[in-house]
């Protein structure tokens, strides 16, 4: 039950850890953020579905 941020070369460490606070406290919601969450196999169809526009945020996951 990790969450991985990547940051932006533009934030600052107090805007990450921002960030951080409001995604704990519930004040942002990141599971509608995110279109389709796909296994390591699935890389292709995923880069396929982003430059098609299907989907904006897909999350890359092990496979179980």
Known sequence: R??????S??????D???VVR???????????LISRRLDF???AEAVA??????II???MVPSA
Do not use: Q
């Open 2 to 7: 990790e969450l991985t941020i990547h940051n």
């Open 22 to 32: 409001l995604i704990e406290s519930g004040r942002v919601r990141t599971a509608p």
């Open 57 to 59: 945020k897909a999350v």
């Open 49 to 54: 579905a982003v430059s098609r526009g299907e």
């Open 16 to 18: 990450l850890i921002a």
């Open 41 to 43: 196999s699935g890389y």
């Open 9 to 14: 070369k533009w934030l600052t460490n107090d």
